[in-house]
């Protein structure tokens, strides 16, 4: 399996075990001991550090297949490979929904980026990787593991749902979210980027 899918993979399966675990050690008041809250935050980082393995692994990638590009036309003729489907995929109709429905990511709390994946090709995109990010560097923001789509036929397109939450630490400041169409090498396609206040 490509190494970067297996990191998303692992990243996934590490998320929802936190989930989990914050679900079911949460007093009535949502609140966690000292040694739960250590626990679940050692996950939480876990999470975040794999993200940005992944990041790193994808920027390498994409500069490998940049260097190992010719630089000339080759003496013999040779049929020119297609184009990749995924190339047609746009992102459209995004909108990010907070608890508190404010458009402002507060400390502790659990919001969600909606959007919509169109292919306006006509061909069928395979193997799909929506991609959300934060790419401000902003500590105790999360976000879950992007969820491979399998394929997307001419002229129709999905919907996808990536939760965010933030850390009861997160600082008051800004955020910027990249949203991403991504093929299953890593290398993406249309994108398009917001920001978003937070609070402490």
């Known amino acids: 399996m490509n190494r970067i899918l297996e990191m998303r993979e692992k990243r996934g399966q590490i998320w929802d075990r936190a989930k989990a675990f914050l679900k079911e050690h949460q007093d009535e008041n949502g609140m966690l001991s000292a040694e739960d809250a250590a626990e679940y935050?050692?996950?939480?980082?876990?999470?975040?550090?794999?993200?940005?393995?992944?990041?790193?692994?994808?920027r390498a990638a994409q500069m490998e297949r940049e260097l190992n590009?010719?630089?000339?036309?080759?003496?013999?003729?040779?049929?020119?490979?297609?184009?990749?489907?995924?190339?047609?995929?746009?992102?459209?109709?995004?909108?990010?929904?907070?608890?508190?429905?404010?458009?402002?990511?507060?400390a502790g709390e659990n919001c969600k980026v909606v959007f919509e994946i169109m292919n306006e090709g006509n061909r069928?995109?395979?193997?799909?990787?929506?991609?959300?990010?934060?790419?401000?560097?902003m500590k105790h923001v999360?976000?879950?593991?992007?969820?491979?789509?399998?394929?997307?036929?001419?002229?129709?397109?999905?919907?996808?749902?990536?939760?965010?939450?933030?850390?009861?630490r997160i600082k008051t400041g800004e955020v910027i979210f990249r949203i991403a169409v991504a093929d299953e090498n890593g290398e993406e396609y249309d994108w398009q980027e917001f920001s978003l206040p937070t609070q402490r």
């Not at 003496?75 to 184009?83: K, V």
């Not at 069928?124 to 401000?136: D, I, K, L, Q």
Request: charge should be negative; aromatic fraction near 4%.
């Open 69 to 106: 590009a010719p630089v000339a036309a080759p003496l013999a003729s040779r049929p020119e490979a297609r184009p990749s489907a995924i190339n047609n995929l746009k992102i459209r109709n995004i909108r990010f929904i907070d608890d508190s429905r404010d458009h402002v990511i507060n």
């Open 142 to 168: 999360y976000i879950s593991p992007s969820v491979m789509i399998e394929q997307i036929a001419p002229r129709e397109g999905v919907k996808y749902t990536a939760s965010i939450s933030a850390g009861e």
């Open 124 to 137: 069928t995109a395979f193997n799909v990787v929506p991609v959300v990010a934060e790419v401000t560097g």
């Open 41 to 58: 935050e050692r996950m939480e980082q876990e999470v975040v550090e794999l993200g940005r393995v992944i990041d790193r692994e994808e």
